[in-house]
């Protein structure tokens, strides 16, 4: 029997540098106990969500992604805000999860990092409402806003700043706590 389970990390992002990969690559060296980090780096490769793909055989990108989600025990995401939504290429991924189940009850929250005044709201509002569709887990308590400035970041492109790594430790231990429990 597997002692460890997977916490799947999607950055909404696919520029270099990017502090929602930072973010990721940091929370992936803070893992709980009985937890460790897999992430997810095929977000390029999806095709264009077409509705009329959507059905087998299915694009071997997509059967990827699926898979990945189905064989983790939870999810982490952090993306950024692109002139006032999600990043398109983020959308795509969430759109070719929808018609899937792998998400449905899985613990799944959030990580914001963005800076700027609006907080990126428009982006995880938006975030909210796909994942509802898919039937994810919401974990409020995991969903937190951690401003990240690129000063916190360092060579390695991880986070230094000690209330940010907090931040993020107490998101993982919401989200971790509630793998393995009935969604509500």
Known sequence: MNDISDILLISGSLRDGSSNSALLRTAATMMPDGFRAAT??????????????????????????????????????????????LPGSFKNLLDWTVGGIEIGDK?????NVSGNLTKAANAHASLRLVLNYTGAGIV??????????????????IITDADVRAGISQSLAHLTALVGQPAT
Not at 59 to 74: F, G, H, M, N
Not at 140 to 157: K, N, R, T
């Open 40 to 85: 997810y780096d095929g977000m390029a490769d999806l095709p264009h969500f077409n509705p009329d793909d959507d059905r087998e055989p299915l694009p071997q990108a997509v059967v990827d992604l699926r898979t990945r989600i189905e064989k983790s025990a939870a999810l982490l995401i952090c993306t950024p805000e692109y002139a006032g939504a």
């Open 107 to 111: 613990p799944t929250a959030w990580i």
């Open 140 to 157: 409020e308590d995991a969903c937190v806003h951690l401003p990240v400035s690129p000063g916190m970041i360092d060579d390695q492109g």
